[in-house]
């Protein structure tokens, strides 16, 4: 397999996982279900929501269509980009990372595209079911993305001497998410935190762009009328 195609399997597997998981847990659970997976504190929780990542939502018909208008706008523009950045070669950490991104874009993509066409309705007390007879419990672009994993690894209550949630209860994480939003947060994060690295051979091969193809000539090549002649070499 050549280098260049890695990314986009990379691209491949990430969104295969994240769709396979949400078939299934569409299929074999029904909204508000749980199944703990180790103890209190990892628990494949069944919801659904029209937003983005983490269950955040934009309220109205109007506002989920322009969601997910931007969405595939917005990863056009990222498998464009990716695109250039395997063709020039660039730090293979900065490739994964946006690999990872337009993975998990394209996950909830298909979600709010589709699912609205090939599913029933998932209810407290019911299961969906993939094409049903009489169609989908949406139409085209106005599907809910299917979240599922929820990590409650720290459970306690705000001290009373805070001034506003004094005494309340807190969760650590709340937010119910998918395959999709980890592998868009996990590619964010180490953006950022390798970002000098990543994109100091960017500004490097931009420096001196005719870097990189001398360095793949032969000697022979590099002597062949490419190199100054001294006048020692002429004497």
Same mark, same amino acid.
């Given at each position: ?30 909204? +508000? ?17 029209? @937003?983005?990542?983490?269950?955040? #939502?934009?309220? +109205?018909?109007?506002?989920?269509? &322009? ?19 395997? %063709?020039?070669?660039?730090?293979? @950490? ?9 993975? @998990? ?5 298909? %979600?709010? $595209? ?45 001290? #009373? ?5 004094? @005494? ?12 999709? %939003? ?24 931009? %420096? ?6 001398? &360095? #793949?000539?032969?000697? #022979?090549?590099?002597?062949? +009328? ?5 006048? $020692?070499?002429?004497?």
């Amino acid at each position: 397999m050549k280098k260049k195609h890695i990314p986009w399997l990379v691209v491949l597997s990430i969104l295969l996982l994240d769709q396979v998981s949400k078939v299934l847990v569409k299929t074999n659970m029904a909204l +508000g279900e749980s199944i703990p997976v180790f103890g209190d504190w990892f628990i494949i929780h069944f919801t659904e929501n029209y @937003g983005m990542a983490f269950g955040l #939502e934009f309220s +109205g018909e109007y506002g989920k269509l &322009a969601l997910s208008i931007f969405r595939i706008v917005a990863v056009v523009f990222i498998g464009l980009y990716l695109y250039r950045l395997v %063709d020039k070669k660039a730090h293979k @950490g900065l490739i994964f990372c946006v690999s990872m991104i337009m993975a @998990g874009a394209l996950g909830n993509i298909i %979600d709010s $595209t589709f699912y609205g066409l090939i599913f029933s309705e998932s209810l407290f007390n019911e299961v969906a079911v993939i094409f049903p007879e009489g169609g989908g419990y949406g139409t085209f672009l106005h599907g809910k993305v299917v979240d599922m994993l929820y990590f409650p690894v720290i459970k306690g209550t705000f001290p #009373e001497w805070l001034p506003i949630w004094a @005494g309340e209860p807190y969760i650590f994480f709340r937010p119910v998410f998918n395959i999709a %939003d980890a592998s868009i947060t996990t590619g964010v994060f180490i953006l950022i935190v390798f970002q000098k690295k990543f994109f100091a051979l960017q500004q490097k091969k931009s %420096d001196n762009p005719d870097g990189e193809d001398m &360095a #793949e000539q032969s000697p #022979e090549e590099k002597d062949n +009328g490419s190199n100054p002649v001294s006048f $020692t070499d002429l004497s």
